[in-house]
């Protein structure tokens, strides 16, 4: 190898990406937009439903139920309807989510036998939202439950249930506020990098052969494997300025908890950049058209990053047969770096067998890209 030819090489191919208004889009302005728009717009905990009463009896205890909901966070009183048909229409209307009905007599049932029924009516046109909606409510109907209970026990001169009077302590790790974003950001990072790695190495050789001076290059005593690292060293170090900035908006910005260590952050994310940046350099070689390797190279990085690393759906709630899939999916073995970096503070002996499932696929994609070009117009 000779190490002018590939700085030669390396200085041509910088060259190009400076000229070219596309490639600079992709390499500056895409990882700012994405982390902006996935961070702030993917997020799977559910606030302020919009919540519609329909409160019968307004007594003070039926109002103190209602200010429960409120008090939750978790809902918020979009309406409050005389009738219960404004209720049917308020949510073909899309003004409500969900709907509380306090009958007439809850006070004097509750004082009588301790127990009141309570309707609660949920929109379940979104599955997700509904489902999450309904263990909110049951949630805030347990607790105000134990809370009436109690009160009507003491009022009757009753012993409390034993269950009333066992307080459930909850520890959670790693994720101590229970925020979706910490979970689903470091899970961005990832389709950050794989998408614009792929979608710029996706244009190297294509645009050779585009332009007209693949013969050119092929007539330069340069090797396949000089050609291959000269192309993608200049966006290697466009990738790990991409991860810099990406990894620091996810810590600084939205502020994502990193307990980790920083070296074996970038040592992973470097060996990430590999794999997609091989991926990208095997599409172009094999599809001469810039338009066609950027399609390809999108479908092949964006679907499964998406889809199948675990970073918007759990792996192990997914069929048998798809999380073998998942197996084949670089992203996720990079997915599961990045949190437990991040949440964890993981060390590299924690996460030898993803590291080891990353560097097994980058070793292999490398040696299929360095196969891959031949200096020969076919």
Known sequence: MNFRRLFALAYKETLQIWRDPRSLAIALLMPLMQMGILGYGVSLDIKHVPLCVYDQENSQQSRSLVQDFVSSGWF???RRFEREADIRDAMDRGSCNAAIVVPVNFSRTLAMNGTAPVQA?????????????????QGVMAQASAELATRWAAAHGIQPSLVSQIDLEPSTWFNE???SRYFIIPGVVAVILALVGAQLTSLTI???????TMEQLISTPVTALEVMLGKLTPYFMIGLIDAGFCLAAAIFWFHVPFRGNVITLFTTSMLFLIVVLGIGYLISVRIRSQLGASQVALLV???PTSL??????????MPAAIQALTLVVYAR???TILRGIFLKGSSLTDLWMPIAGLSVYALLIIWLAARAFHKRIN
Request: charged share 15%; hydrophobic share 35%.
């Open 76 to 78: 918020s009183i979009s």
């Open 121 to 137: 009516i949920f929109d379940a046109t979104d599955v997700n939202t509904t489902n999450i909606a309904l263990g909110y409510a």
């Open 177 to 179: 506020t229970l925020d």
């Open 308 to 317: 199948l690393s675990g970073y918007t759906f759990p792996i192990d709630q």
């Open 206 to 212: 294509s645009r050779e052969w585009e332009r007209g």
């Open 301 to 303: 990085t964006m679907l």
């Open 333 to 335: 073995y990079y997915v």
